[in-house]
């Protein structure tokens, strides 16, 4: 047996989110975030669609409430998390797991698209070759390393927690990954659900298994209603272009 509901979140909108698309916008190579992928805080408006979201979840009904909280040790996702539970006036086991962490980019940190083909092009190439789902940056990740881990943190949440209702907040990648291992999913399927119907922030992708055994089927996916009904902003980043093997 295991867990029989998984609430996946994404994080609010951050700082990093807003520079880089400012550096898109500007067709610049480096997005100008001035720390490390950890420690970068959600934005002003990351602020109050997690506050948002926490308002949201006082209404609702017992069957889609959640047991405990796994996060991300990363700083925006454990602000959304931690803002959000206090808004919605609750409680629950809360863990942190560096398993959750977002992708690693390796030698690509903090570079655009632009800035990749202009000081890595033998690396664009390889991208492009590859895809999303089977590239690995020099010193980062590939999504096929990321769901490694996914697999790892997984087989922990059906140990400890059995038959109950996680919610778990973290990172665009690492939720399609989960999906990836949880459904079954392929490379083609996770890869045009990413690029054409990409994560927004705070969005609640839902996967149930009642019986707490084999595969998890999707309830929904990248849900944003519940901002829409507290008049909060909705977000998210465009579609990466590389997704794809070329």
């Known amino acids: 047996m295991g867990a029989v509901g998984l609430v996946l979140v994404r994080h609010g909108e951050s700082i990093g989110n807003v520079a880089a698309a400012a550096?898109?916008?500007?067709?610049a190579d480096?997005?100008?975030v001035g720390m490390r992928d950890a420690d970068v805080p959600l934005s002003e408006t990351g602020v109050s669609q997690a506050k948002a979201w926490g308002s949201s979840l006082r209404g609702l009904p017992v069957?889609?409430?959640?047991?405990s909280v796994w996060c991300s040790p990363y700083r925006r996702a454990q602000e959304t998390a931690s803002l959000a539970l206090q808004h919605a006036g609750v409680e629950l086991p809360f863990r942190v797991d560096e398993r959750l962490r977002d992708r690693e980019l390796g030698v690509l940190d903090l570079l655009t698209t632009r800035g990749v083909e202009a000081r890595f092009p033998d690396e664009a190439i390889r991208r492009r070759w590859h895809g999303k789902f089977y590239h690995r940056p020099a010193g980062?990740?590939?999504w096929a390393d990321v769901a490694l881990r996914v697999r790892s943190v997984l087989s922990d949440i059906d140990r400890w927690e059995d038959g109950r209702r996680v919610l778990v907040v973290c990172h665009d990648a690492v939720i399609m990954t989960v999906r990836y291992v949880c459904e079954g999913m392929s490379e083609l399927d996770v890869l045009q659900t990413a690029k054409s119907d990409p994560l927004h922030n705070v969005s609640m992708t839902r996967l149930v298994r009642p019986s707490g055994e084999g595969w998890w089927k999707l309830q929904s996916y990248n849900d944003v209603s519940h901002l829409a009904q507290q008049d909060a902003p909705v977000t998210r980043n465009p579609g990466d272009p590389h997704v794809l093997p070329q």
């Open 23 to 27: 550096a898109a916008a500007a067709d």
């Open 30 to 32: 480096v997005i100008d």
């Open 63 to 67: 069957e889609a409430r959640f047991d």
């Open 140 to 142: 980062g990740e590939s």
